[in-house]
C-alpha cells in the first residue's frame, strides 16, 4: 500500500438493539429527526465518509410479545436519509436495504432518487434474508430459500444497475426477479449509489466481489482481518476486479478513555450496562423457550429443562451454525456455571459474544488503526456507538485529530460524492457495471 | 346537521408537479428548484404541498419518488404539509407504511398520503404484477389503507417507557401484532416505526375511491362547478370529513393545459379570487394545479391569497402546527389502545 494510506470512517446506526445505554442521562431520543440531524452534522464535522442506517423490518419478540428490554422503533432509511439531505451537505447516506423483501424496479428509484437530491452521497448496504419469520409483515412472506438469497439478490443488483444506467427499458423474468421497468431518475453526479455488501457467507463474499465498491465487513480483528482481504482480493481477481476496487470496512466500537487503565474499566462498565441483569434472563428465556421471569438472574441456572424447540428468529437473525443445537449449548453452559460457580448474570456476560471494539486512549487506538490502514488489511472503520451523541463526539473531538496527525485521515473533504470521500473510480456514463 | 358556514377559511393545496413547473433555464428535477418551489409555496401561506407519482416516467421525462422529494425538504420547512402520491398497487403496504410514518415524524406531524391505485398494466410490470380487475382494484384499495392505518396503530403513544427499575424500553402490552389478513396478503405487525405524530396521517383520495379507502380529504375533479358541489355533497353525506375541489389554473399567457376533468381557470388573478368564492360554500378546501408553477405561484402569493385573506377565505398553517390541525381534523384515538391488555 502507498504511503498515503487513507482511513475512512463511517457510523453504522442501527437506531435499535441491546448496545444502546438507553438508560444513560446522555441518550438522545432515538427516534426524533432533530437527533439524527444532530448525528450526521456531528459526523461531517469529523469528515467521516458516511452514515450507515440499519435495517429490521420486524420488531424483535420474546417469547411472542414485543422485547421490551432494548432499544426499538426506527424510521424508514431511505426517507430518513432523505431529510437529513437537505439538512447536511458532505455527508455519504447509506441504506440498508434488503433483497428479499422488495421490489427492484421501486427500490432501485428510490435510492436513486436519494442519490441525485443528494447530490451524490447516496449508498445501498445490501442484505438478504430467508427469514419466514420476517416475511410475515410482506406480500410474499417466506418465498425464498435460504441457498438460493444470494441469487435473488445478484439478478436484483443487476437488475438495479441496469435501471441506473439509464440505457432504456430493463426486463427481467425469471423465478426470482421479474420486472419490466424504465428508468426515471436522472444520472447522479456520482453516477449511481455506491454499493456495500455485509453478509459475510461465501454467497455473500461472491456478491461482494461482483457487484460490492465496499463491503461491510464482519472480520475486525487483525488476523481475521487480513485473511478477509486476501480472499476478497482473490475473488475480485477472478471476475476481473482490480484489488483497489472496493474498499473494506469492518464494522467496529471504540471506547476511548484518558489512560489504557481508564478505557478498559469504561469499557468493561458498558458492557455490564448492556448486558444488566434483565437481558441476561431474557437471553436465556430466548433459549430456554420459556418465561423464567421467577429466576433471580444473580441465582443459579433455572432448574427447569429447556423446551425441545431450535431458537426462532424472533430475537434477530440467527447465523445458520445456532440454527441447531440449542440443548447441548446449554449443556456446555450448565457445566461452565457449576465448574466457575456462576449466576445467571456471571454466566451470561461469560457466554455473550463481545462486539470487536478498540478501547485505550486516543493516541493508541489511532496507532492501532494507522497500522491496520498502512498494512492495507483494511481501509477504515464503520463504528457502531453505543451512547448517542456522547460516544461518537468523543470519536470526533478526540480521536479524529490523532489519525490527522498520523497523516492518515483528512483535513477537510476533498470531494462532494460518495464515491468521491471513499476514493473509488468514477462511474463511466452509460456504464452497468 | 347544520349548513355550513359560509365564512370558514378554505385550506388551500398546490400540486407542484404540474406541466410545466421549470422556470426558464431551471433543471426542474434539481434538488435546490425542489426546495425553491416548496419554499415559495410555504411563504405564500398555502396549507399543503402535494408531490404527484408514478413507478412509470411521465411523458418523455424523468421523475423522482414522490415520498422522498417529501422528506428532502422536510427539514427545510415548517409549516407547509406535505403529501406524496404513492400507489397501493406498486407498493408493499409494510414498507409504504413506515415510509409515510417517517415523513410524519421528520416534519412534526405535516404528512399526508395522495392514495393512487393505478392500474396500468406497465406500472403493474414494474413490480412483476399481472393485471388487476376493477373490483380486485377496489379491494386492493380497501386493504391497504386499511393495513397501513392499523399499522400507524400498532405502537401506542405511550409504548415508550423507559422504566429504569424494571430495565424496560418499552411496554410490550402496548406494541401490538396488527394481523391484518386482505384478499391477497397478510400483515402480522407491528410496525418498525412508532406512532407518527399524528396518530394516523391525512389520507387523500379521488373521492371516486372514497368507499374504498375512507379519507380524511375527497379530491373532487370536475370540469363544472354544479358537479363539484353535488359530489361534495355525495362525499360528505357518505362520511368523508373533508372535500377539496381540484382545479387547474393559468394566468394570462400560458395557454391552457389538455383536457385534466378538473375545474378550469384561465383568466384574471380577480376571476379566480371570485370562483374560489363561490366554491367556499360547498367544499372545505381546493388543490391547485398551476399551469406554470414558476409564474403562477407569484401570482397565487402576491394577488390571490391576499385577496382570499381580507374576505376572510384563507389562514395560513400555524409553525408547529400538525396538518390534522390546521384541518380542524381530530387527532384519532389508537385502535389498540382500547383493548383489553392481554
Known amino acids: ?433 | 346537521m347544520t349548513s355550513r358556514t359560509r365564512s370558514r377559511p378554505l385550506h388551500i393545496a398546490l400540486e407542484i408537479d404540474g406541466a410545466s413547473t421549470a422556470n426558464p433555464g431551471a433543471d426542474p428535477l434539481s434538488p435546490r428548484h425542489l426546495a425553491e418551489v416548496v419554499a415559495g409555496a410555504e411563504r405564500a401561506g398555502l396549507a399543503l404541498a402535494t408531490f404527484d407519482d408514478s413507478p412509470l416516467p411521465p411523458d418523455g421525462g424523468l421523475r423522482l419518488d414522490a415520498t422522498t422529494r417529501a422528506a428532502y425538504v422536510a427539514t427545510l420547512t415548517d409549516r407547509i404539509a406535505l403529501a406524496p402520491a404513492s400507489h397501493v398497487t406498486t407498493a408493499e403496504p409494510f414498507h409504504l407504511a413506515a415510509q409515510l410514518a417517517s415523513l410524519d415524524h421528520a416534519t412534526h406531524g405535516r404528512a399526508a398520503w395522495l392514495v393512487g391505485a393505478t392500474a396500468r398494466p406497465e406500472a403493474l410490470a414494474t413490480v412483476g404484477r399481472p393485471p388487476i380487475e376493477s373490483g380486485a382494484l377496489r379491494q386492493e384499495v380497501a386493504d391497504v389503507v386499511e393495513v397501513v392505518r392499523r399499522l400507524w396503530d400498532s405502537w401506542e403513544d405511550d409504548a415508550v417507557i423507559k422504566d429504569v427499575a424494571t430495565g424496560r424500553y418499552l411496554d410490550p402490552g402496548k406494541v401490538h401484532h396488527v394481523d391484518f389478513h386482505g384478499e391477497t396478503f397478510s400483515v402480522k405487525g407491528p410496525l418498525i416505526t412508532p406512532r407518527p405524530p399524528q396518530g394516523s396521517l391525512v389520507v387523500l383520495a379521488p373521492d371516486t375511491l372514497a368507499a374504498a379507502a375512507r379519507p380524511d380529504v375527497a379530491l373532487v375533479a370536475d370540469p363544472d362547478p354544479d358537479e363539484v358541489r353535488r359530489r361534495a355533497h355525495h362525499a360528505r353525506d357518505h362520511g368523508t370529513p373533508l372535500v377539496f375541489a381540484e382545479a387547474d389554473i393559468t394566468f394570462g399567457a400560458t395557454g391552457p393545459i389538455g383536457c385534466t376533468g378538473r375545474l378550469r381557470h384561465h383568466g384574471s388573478p380577480a376571476d379566480l379570487v371570485s370562483l374560489l368564492r363561490t366554491l367556499a360554500g360547498s367544499v372545505d378546501g381546493v388543490r391547485l394545479h398551476p399551469a406554470a408553477l414558476a409564474t403562477d405561484l407569484p401570482v397565487l402569493a402576491g394577488q390571490v391569497l391576499p385577496a382570499l385573506r381580507e374576505a376572510g377565505l384563507h389562514a395560513p398553517p400555524e409553525t408547529g402546527a400538525t396538518l390534522r390541525e390546521s384541518l380542524g381534523l381530530a387527532r384519532p384515538a389508537n385502535r389498540f389502545a382500547a383493548l383489553p391488555k392481554g
Open chain 1, 1 to 433: 500500500m502507498s504511503m498515503t494510506a487513507q482511513l475512512h470512517l463511517g457510523v453504522f446506526y442501527t437506531g435499535v438493539g441491546p448496545q444502546f445505554l438507553w438508560d444513560d442521562p446522555g441518550n438522545a431520543p432515538h427516534t426524533e429527526i432533530e437527533t439524527y440531524v444532530a448525528v450526521a452534522r456531528t459526523l461531517e464535522r469529523g469528515l467521516f465518509d458516511a452514515f450507515f442506517l440499519g435495517e429490521g423490518l420486524r420488531v424483535r419478540e420474546n417469547r411472542g410479545r414485543v422485547h421490551s428490554l432494548d432499544v426499538a422503533g426506527r424510521p424508514d432509511a431511505i426517507t430518513q436519509l432523505s431529510a437529513l439531505a437537505g439538512a447536511t451537505g458532505h455527508i455519504g447516506l447509506v441504506a440498508t436495504q434488503n433483497t428479499t423483501y422488495n421490489y427492484p424496479a421501486d427500490l432501485a428509484r428510490r435510492l436513486a432518487s436519494l442519490d441525485f437530491l443528494s447530490g451524490g452521497r447516496a449508498g445501498w448496504n445490501i442484505v438478504t434474508t430467508d427469514n419466514a419469520w420476517t416475511g410475515a409483515n410482506f406480500r410474499r412472506g417466506g418465498w425464498l430459500k435460504h441457498e438460493r438469497r444470494y441469487e435473488r439478490a445478484a439478478g436484483f443488483v443487476t437488475a438495479a444497475k441496469a435501471l441506473w444506467a439509464g440505457d432504456g427499458p430493463v426486463e427481467r423474468d425469471d423465478d426470482l426477479v421479474r420486472l419490466r421497468a424504465a428508468p426515471t431518475v436522472p444520472r447522479s453526479p456520482q453516477g449511481r449509489p455506491v454499493l456495500f455488501q455485509a453478509g459475510d457467507s461465501a454467497g455473500g463474499r461472491e456478491l461482494a466481489a461482483r457487484h460490492a465498491d465496499v463491503v461491510f465487513s464482519a472480520n475486525t480483528a487483525y488476523d481475521k482481518a487480513l485473511a478477509y482481504a486476501t480472499d476478497l482480493r482473490a475473488r475480485l481477481a477472478r471476475v476481473g476486479r482490480a484489488a483497489d476496487a472496493v474498499r473494506i470496512l469492518p464494522g467496529a466500537t471504540v471506547v476511548l478513555g484518558d489512560s489504557p487503565a481508564d478505557a478498559a474499566a469504561r469499557h468493561e462498565e458498558i458492557r455490564r450496562r448492556q448486558i444488566n441483569p434483565q437481558r441476561a434472563l431474557a437471553f436465556l428465556e430466548q433459549y430456554w423457550g420459556r418465561d423464567l421471569s421467577a429466576y433471580d438472574p444473580h441465582g443459579p441456572l433455572p432448574d427447569v429443562d429447556p423446551t425441545d424447540e431450535e431458537l426462532d428468529p424472533s430475537r434477530g437473525t440467527i447465523s445458520i451454525e445456532h440454527r441447531t443445537g440449542k440443548l447441548d449449548r446449554i449443556r456446555q453452559w450448565r457445566e461452565l456455571a457449576e465448574a466457575k460457580h456462576l449466576s445467571i448474570h456471571q454466566l451470561v456476560l461469560e457466554v455473550q459474544p463481545r462486539q470487536p471494539t478498540f478501547v485505550g486512549t486516543p493516541g493508541q487506538v489511532a496507532d492501532e488503526w494507522a497500522r491496520y490502514v498502512r498494512d492495507g488489511v483494511v481501509d477504515g472503520f464503520n463504528l457502531s456507538p453505543y451512547l448517542v451523541p456522547a460516544s461518537l463526539d468523543e470519536v470526533v473531538d478526540k480521536l479524529v485529530p490523532e489519525l490527522q496527525d498520523r497523516g492518515v485521515y483528512r483535513t477537510a473533504y476533498t470531494g462532494t460524492t460518495l464515491r468521491e470521500h471513499l476514493g473509488l473510480a468514477p462511474v463511466p456514463e452509460g456504464a452497468r457495471g
